[in-house]
Structures are given as C-alpha cells and as structure tokens.
C-alpha cells in the first residue's frame, strides 16, 4: 500500500510539474484555520457540574494547493477536548480529509476525499457542517465527465468517513472490505440541444442516480437471528423545467429494503417525492413546496445512531430562523418515520412612494410550514418496535395522513427603512411544535403551543458607526413557558463589534442566559471573546439536529484565510 501511495505521489507531481511548465501556469496555496475554545466553569443554577477539563476546542485547519490542471488539499483536525454536545467518538485528531484531483478538458478526476450531491440529496449527499459535528466524505475516488454540452456524469466510490475511523489497520481507509458505498449520476440538460428551446427561453433538465452500499452481514452480531442484506440500493429521478419567472422541480427516490437501527430492523423499502413551484420576478416571490418521505435513513453502518454515518440527507421544509427564540425550538426531519410535509412562502416589495412602500420601500414576507405524519397500518397491530423486527413493519397508504401533527410555523415579517439612519424588521410567528415527536419528551404536554414577537432596529448614524437592538418575547403554556430576549450590538468602524444579550425565561426556570463579547475584523483575520451562558437545547441546520448542553465560561473564537 505504502509503494501504491508513492507511485501514484510521484505521478501526479511530475504530471502537475509538466503542465505548470507548459502552460507556466501559476501555482497558488490557500488555506483557513479556525479555532472555537470553551473556558468552561461551573454553574448550579443551569445545571452544569464541575469539568473535568478546563479547556475545550475544536481546531480545524484547511490548506489547497492549485494549479489550472491539478488541486490538492488536506484539513487537519484537533478535537481531543471537542467543545459541549459533540458525540464522545466525535474526539481525536487527524487528517481525515485530503485529495488530489486532476482536470483535463472535459474530465476530471479525484483522488481522497470526497463531498457530492446527487440531486437534493434523496439518496446521497457528502457535505461537512461543523456546528452540528457532521463530515461524511467519502474516501475513494470520483470521475467526472461532460463529454457533449448537455451531458454532466460523475462516478464515484469509498469508504465512508464515521468520525476518525480511517487508520492502519484499514489501509487509511481504503480498505472496502468492511463496507464501502458508490454510485453513479447523469444530469441531460434538453435545451442545450433544441435551439428553439433557448430561444423561447425553456430550459429542462433531467437526472438520474443510482447508490449502492455495501455491509457484510457479520458486522451486525446483535441481529444474528435475520437475514441482513449485504449490498442495499437506491434510486433517484428527477426534473427541473423553466420558464421566464418560472421553475417547477420534481424528483422521486426509492430505497429498497434496508434493516436498520433506525427503522426497528424492518424489510419495507423507503421512498421519497418531492414537488416545488417557483415564481419570481422583480418585487414580488413565491414559493410552494411538497414532500412525502417514508422510511429514508440511509447509512453505511445499518446499526449506528446519532448524525453518523448518514449516506443521504433529508431537506426540512421549515424555515431556518436566525432569531433566539422563533428557533427556541426547533424541528427535526423525521428521517425514518416518514412525514407529509409543506411548505409555502410570499413575499412582495411595496415600491417607493407608494402609500405601503412610504418614502424608501417596504418588505413582506409570509412564510408557512406544516408536517404531518404518515398513516400506518402495522403488522402486529400497535407499532412495538422489537415485534416488528424482520417483518415489513406496517402497510401505508401513499395519500394518507396519520394521527399526529408534528410542526406548523407560520410567520410574516416586514421590512421598512424609516429614514437614511432608521430601519426596523418586525416578526409575528405562531408555532406548533410536537416535542414528544421531535426530542422524544413532553414537559406540560406533548404539544408546544407558541407566539412569538421580534422587534429588530438598526441605526447607523455614520458609515463608521452602526447601532442594532433586538426585542423578543414568547409567549406559550407547555414547556418552559414563557421567554423574552433583549440584545444589543455596536459596530464601530466595520471592524470592532460589542454586544450583550439575554434570554430571560419568565415562568419555570426565572433563569438568566446572559451573554457579552467583541469582536474584531483585520483583513481575513477574525477574533471574537465572550462570556455567558448557553442554554440546553437543540442546534439545527437543514433538519438535522445536535442537542447542545447548558454551559457557562469563556468562549475564544479566532478565524483566517490566507
């Protein structure tokens, strides 16, 4: 293996070395650090105990070496102490992300790791979101085709990275006999070869992927008693037609059998539809979005848990808020149950000097989700998940809704610029929110019933100098109860911020979450110092979710590009 290494080393310098000299194309090195560090202390009253380690971080570092026809880049990771909330097999150190990727012409070949997608994600997607703990690149290669305009194809296959499981004894993770996933995808742009398509401005695309993964059997000796497949497919179809201001997009996946941890170790197979509707055109948007997903957790190891592992990505069709408390509590796609879900957006820019618009214009947006259960009919007649181990589970009718609501959000928010200092966002939200469902627990009810409040004003008397202050309030019975937040930033010389902010729970708790920092901008340098408390709750991004635990210290967050 070590000579294998060397070989194809040596090649591709001395082939990178012969196109730099004959196309005495430049050679440039790039790269970013960051480091987010937790001083973390001991806080009774938010129910943090004593540390065993008084310093906690998460320290990623990126170099990339480019050339027109050769890219090469490595991350070293250091996660040791990684900071609250991060899975115990998330700690170690290492370089589990490197490649070596080569282009010529209308071929492109890489070597290491990888992040891909095929379509949005049904049946595989490799990506990295570090505030969530999730890097599932595939360590492997990846072939990359558009011979003819129109024609894009890629193969690609590996091992999939699971934390720092790449080392010796598994040739540094080229080794496929404990399991591997690979696949294949062809993207047809139609227009490209109808002229009198372009010309009407119609533009239609068609896609189709195929995944496999591949499992021994014995790698599962809790489930001995079943018959596990070894290699589990899956498929994806997909279309997107435009129009002037339209864009339709529909896409279906299929999952066959698949046992797994998450779905109770049953043979039904898994799918997925999709269907979006776009409008747009200058002032004025509309979005509606509708999916079905059933059975969908797709992964490389059929009995891991938690973010791991994951093969594939199921999108949430809620809104990511950016405000404390609309994202109080967030949802979850529910990957291997399944969910109806829909999801619909409005908004409209009121022009100036209009009685709405007003001297500078105003925004509106209205925003709505809702996400429903499946209807099932299970095989022993009530659901028990060690009962339906190795039958097909349950029957479930295509068009039928279950029982259980499991969120609606809807929210409308405007945006007005008052004067050339003055502008406010103001935000209404109700928010039905099945805590059972999504965190596996009620506190006052199963069902959190919210509205919320923002108020959000910016001033900025100078172009140095810039003010913004928030207000929140949520209003709800169930959980915690009720919650106002209060934030304040300056801004000083688009370089120096200072801010303090606090989250005030108003019934249960009487608990102040209080937080203050700086920080500062010098050229692609980025250094930011707080103290505060965080509360516990999820962290969520695209409906994947990291429970964060409560914590009170020093936080140092230092970023560089270079």
Not at 71 to 85: D, I, V, W, Y
Request: charged share 20%; proline share 3%.
């Amino acid at each position: 293996m070590k000579k294998i290494g060397l070989l194809l080393t040596l090649a591709l310098i001395s082939t990178w070395g012969g196109y730099a000299q004959e196309e005495q194309a430049p050679i440039t090195l790039s790269g970013a650090l960051q480091t987010d560090m937790l001083f973390p202390e001991e806080d009774k009253a938010i129910g943090t105990g004593t540390y065993q380690d008084r310093f906690l971080s998460n320290t990623y570092l990126d170099l990339n070496l480019n050339s027109k026809y050769v890219t090469a880049g490595a991350r070293l990771e250091l996660l040791q102490k990684p900071l609250p909330g991060f899975e115990s097999d998330f700690a170690g150190a290492g370089l589990p992300y490197l490649f070596v990727a080569g282009r010529y012409k209308w071929a492109e070949l890489t070597v290491g790791d990888i992040y891909d997608q095929f379509g949005s994600g049904f049946i595989l997607r490799f990506y990295e979101e570090r505030s969530l703990g999730v890097s599932n690149s595939l360590r492997g290669g990846r072939l990359v085709l558009t011979p003819y305009k129109g024609i894009r194809f890629k193969a690609l296959g590996g091992k999939q990275r699971v934390y720092f499981n790449y080392n010796l004894q598994n040739k540094l993770g080229f080794d496929y006999s404990s399991g591997a996933v690979w696949g294949a995808d062809l993207e047809l742009g139609i227009n490209e070869w109808i002229p009198k398509m372009q010309e009407n401005n119609w533009y239609l695309t068609l896609g189709g992927s195929f995944v496999s993964k591949y499992q021994p059997a014995e790698a599962s000796p809790n489930n001995y008693i079943l018959n596990l497949p070894q290699n589990v497919a899956a498929t994806d179809v997909r279309a997107r037609l435009q129009k002037d201001n339209w864009n339709f997009l529909v896409e279906y996946a299929y999952k066959f059998n698949d046992p797994s941890q998450d779905n109770g170790y049953i043979y039904r197979p898994g799918q997925a539809l999709m269907l979006s509707a776009v409008y747009s055109k200058r002032g004025m948007s509309a979005i509606l979005q509708i999916k079905r997903s059933e059975n969908m957790s797709y992964r490389s190891d059929r009995d891991r848990e938690g973010a791991a592992a994951f093969i594939n990505h199921m999108p949430a069709f809620s809104m990511t808020h950016t405000y404390a408390l609309p994202a109080l509590y967030p949802y979850a796609t529910q990957i291997a149950d399944g969910e109806w879900a829909f999801q619909g957006e409005f908004a409209y820019n009121f022009k100036r000097k209009t009685p709405m618009g007003g001297k500078y214009g105003t925004t509106l947006k209205l925003n709505a989700t809702y996400i429903h259960s499946l209807k099932k009919e299970y095989i022993d007649g009530f659901g028990d998940k060690e009962l339906l181990e190795g039958t097909e589970g349950y029957k479930s009718p295509f068009f039928g809704f279950g029982d259980e609501t499991y969120y609606t959000d809807v929210n409308l928010t405007l945006d007005k610029k008052i004067t050339k200092q003055w502008s406010l966002t103001a935000m209404y939200m109700y928010q039905l929110y099945n805590q059972k469902v999504v965190e596996g627990h009620g506190i006052n009810g199963d069902i959190v019933h919210s509205h919320i409040l923002v108020a959000d004003v910016k001033y900025a008397p100078t172009r140095n100098v810039s003010m913004r202050a928030e207000l929140q309030y949520l209003h709800t019975k169930q959980a915690e109860g009720q919650w106002v937040y209060g934030l304040y930033e300056l801004s000083l010389f688009r370089s120096l911020m200072l801010y303090v902010s606090d989250m005030y729970n108003i019934d249960a708790t009487k608990t102040h979450y209080y937080s203050g920092g700086v920080s500062y901008n010098w050229r692609s340098h980025r250094l930011q110092v707080a103290y505060g408390r965080t509360r516990a709750g999820y962290n969520c991004s695209g409906g994947v979710c990291r429970y964060v635990p409560a914590s009170r210290g020093v936080t140092l967050s230092y970023n560089v590009i270079f």
